[in-house]
Antibody, heavy 124, light 109 residues
Framework: QVQLQESGPGLVKPSETLSLMCSVS????????WSWIRQPPGKGLEWIGY???????KYSSSLKSRVTISQDTSKKQFSLNLRSVTAADTAVYFC??????????????????WGQGTTVTVSS | FILTQPHAVSESPGKTITISCTGS????????VQWYQQRPGSAPTTVIY?????ASGVPDRFSGSIDRSSNSASLTISGLKTEDEADYYC?????????FGGGTKLTVL
């Protein structure tokens, strides 16, 4: 059974760096695109970015200047760093396993396993 | 690009409802659409992937479709049950960018 578990501080001060880790069990890291997604209170889902086991990473254009996603494949973990946070970054943060491909000339990216999410509040 | 969903829909148990997901110009022309269900306090789970394939364990009351000529996708739920009450999100991909629709709150009353 594939499981993802987010971990990290629940409270971060404004202007500091939000750092979260996602631990993967029951799945190989290889072949997948590992995503971070967030959900502000009462709002919808927002994709933050993903990293492939090769190290290739892509980020949302709106967050690109502040985000880094990295991985430790030996530990089956990947991490999110979000710099210079403000109250607008308060959200539930999810990690998810993603599958990417091209099927019949159409692009496909979908997330099939999600972590339970972790709440991060930005406040002094 | 942007995916637009109705903010909320409601229907009675046993009825059928369709939730739409409309992409900005041409955005769904070459990308598949996924649908996720999210109940309060829980993580999203996949309902439909690759436009119309049901995820494992999803009842056949759920179906997905797409019309690439009109740049829109739909999630249809038939035989509505109270347990279907949740938020539903469409999601697609375009040039290194993963996009979610704004979500639709389904009320079954």
């Amino acid at each position: 059974q594939v499981q993802l578990q987010e971990s990290g501080p629940g409270l971060v001060k404004p202007s500091e760096t939000l750092s979260l880790m996602c631990s993967v069990s029951g799945s190989s890291i290889s072949g997948y695109y590992w995503s971070w997604i967030r959900q502000p209170p009462g709002k919808g889902l927002e994709w933050i970015g993903y990293i492939h086991h090769s190290g290739d990473s892509k980020y949302s254009s709106s967050l690109k200047s502040r985000v880094t996603i990295s991985q430790d494949t030996s530990k089956k973990q990947f991490s999110l760093n979000l710099r210079s946070v403000t109250a607008a970054d308060t959200a539930v943060y999810f990690c998810a396993r993603g599958v990417f491909g091209v099927v019949f000339n159409n692009y496909y990216y979908g997330m099939d396993v999600w972590g339970q999410g972790t709440t991060v509040t930005v406040s002094s | 690009f942007i995916l637009t969903q109705p903010h909320a829909v409601s229907e009675s148990p046993g009825k059928t409802i369709t939730i739409s997901c409309t992409g900005s110009s041409g955005s769904l022309a070459r990308s598949y659409v996924q649908w996720y269900q999210q109940r309060p306090g829980s993580a999203p789970t996949t309902v439909i992937y690759e436009d119309n394939k049901r995820a494992s364990g999803v009842p056949d009351r759920f179906s997905g479709s797409i019309d690439r000529s009109s740049n829109s996708a739909s999630l249809t739920i038939s035989g509505l049950k109270t347990e279907d009450e949740a938020d539903y999100y469409c999601q697609s991909y375009d040039t290194n960018n993963v996009v979610f629709g704004g979500g639709t709150k389904l009320t079954v009353l």
